[in-house]
């Protein structure tokens, strides 16, 4: 497998990593460089000049010891080599940026990895983004796993974000869960999948969010086929929640509170408190739960 480095991205990386060098006093690197890019300046503009420029940069990447971690962390990635002939590093500018993607390719199976040049120079670390990104792809590059191109996930542009959150939060759950069932998983990314998770489900009860956790971060890993299903459909969250088909928990904006029966546009979070709904109950044996109740009926419950 060809290693490659996009020329922003080895700029950004260099350029970052002489001037820390420099800001602890150390000058050698970067003089060492400049004058090496001295004729590269006289040469006449051009891709003779580019490359030459390129080669100097990748030099200097290398003598400051940079291109280790890139080393370090393919070399737990044996299969990769086996499956794709090209891995490009290319600069990312945000997290959210920071993914590896299968690009098309007339010869052989390019990979690009976009990756925060201090991943490098700080303290970030890139083996974490390496083991989660790389666990992504061969995924991607399995048949069992099936995966389908997929431009549009929703059916509605406006639901567009919102499952794109879900499609990406249930493969994140399987890739992070076999990497900490590796020991090789990031402190921390357990309770930060769960938190997305109680964001991108706030209307499921407490034990559902638990059920979909554990089955994502510990279970077989799941098709892509299941995990869109999962990104698009309630009901296919709702089995796997093991909640029943008809639940519903997120009453919308407007309509009437079961409770009071005003159009309720401030709905009171869900799960409510078994205070609370021992309360409720109370007062409307009939009523459940998963019927919510508005926020002006919670907080007088809530102070009963
Ligand atoms: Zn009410």
Redo the contacts with the bound molecule.
Sequence with gaps: MNLEYDPGFLDAVVTDALRRAEAAGDRAAAADLQSALEPVYRMPAGGARDQAFAREQLRTFRQLGLERAVLAGLAEFPELARRVDRLILCRATTRREEEADVLPAEKGRAVRLRVLPDRLTGPAGLVALLRVELTRILDLLDPEFAFVPCGRLADRPAEENLTRDRYRLFWTLSVEGRLAAAGRGEAGAAPRARTELDRLYASLPEEGRERLFLRYWTGPRPTHAEIRRLARETAAVLAAAGLPHDYSAHPTSGM???????P?FDWAPAPASARVVRAVLQDFPEWTATAG??????E?YDRS
């Design positions: 009437p509170c079961p409770l009071c029966r005003f309720a109740l508005c926020g002006r009926c919670f007088l």
